[in-house]
Structures are given as C-alpha cells and as structure tokens.
C-alpha cells in the first residue's frame, strides 16, 4: 500500500520556481516519504508512462523523469543504431 496515503497530498506538488528554497524543502520531503514506499517502482512506471505528469511520484519530480524519458530514448537510439 502506498505510504503517502495518510500523508497531505499537497506535500507532492511542491509550488514555486525552479529549485528555490521551500520548494526545494518540500520536494526532499516527499521523496524522503517515497523512498520507503512499497509500491515505489510501480509509482514510477505509472509515472512515466502518464507522462506529463505534474508533481514527486515514486520519488521524482517531473524534470527527473523527463531526464530520464530522454536517457532512455537516447540509449534505445544508440541500440538501434549498433544494430543496423
Ligand atoms: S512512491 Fe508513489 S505511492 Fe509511494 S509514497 Fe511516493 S508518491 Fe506515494
């Protein structure tokens, strides 16, 4: 079961710009609440599959995963690159 449940929502929709300070707080603060989370890697795959996705879900935010979309379709290129 996803251990944010008894948690505020809001906790995972940090509001401010870039990575200024309170935000920067509250975003460490729910990924340190993801990061026991049982369903963590579940999270993650809906997460990055549904996005864009606003807010910290299975411990990242939504410029982590874009880096992370965009790291995956590099390494997909390069294999098929070697491939061909
Ligand atoms: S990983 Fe997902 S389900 Fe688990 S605490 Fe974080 S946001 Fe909630």
Redesign the pocket.
Same mark, same amino acid.
Do not use: N, Q, S, T
């Given at each position: 079961m996803?251990? %944010?449940r008894g948690e505020d929502p809001d906790l995972?929709f940090p509001v401010g710009a870039g990575t200024s300070g309170p935000m920067l707080v509250q975003t460490d603060a729910?990924k340190a609440? %993801?990061l026991g989370?049982p369903?963590?890697k579940q %999270?993650?795959d809906w997460a990055m599959k549904a996005d864009p996705v606003e807010g910290?879900?299975?411990?990242t935010t939504e410029a982590e995963r874009r880096a992370m979309r965009r790291s995956a379709a590099r390494a997909s290129r390069n294999t098929a690159g070697a491939v061909a």
């Open positions: 996803a251990i %944010c995972f729910a609440v %993801c989370c369903v963590k %999270c993650l910290i879900w299975g411990g």
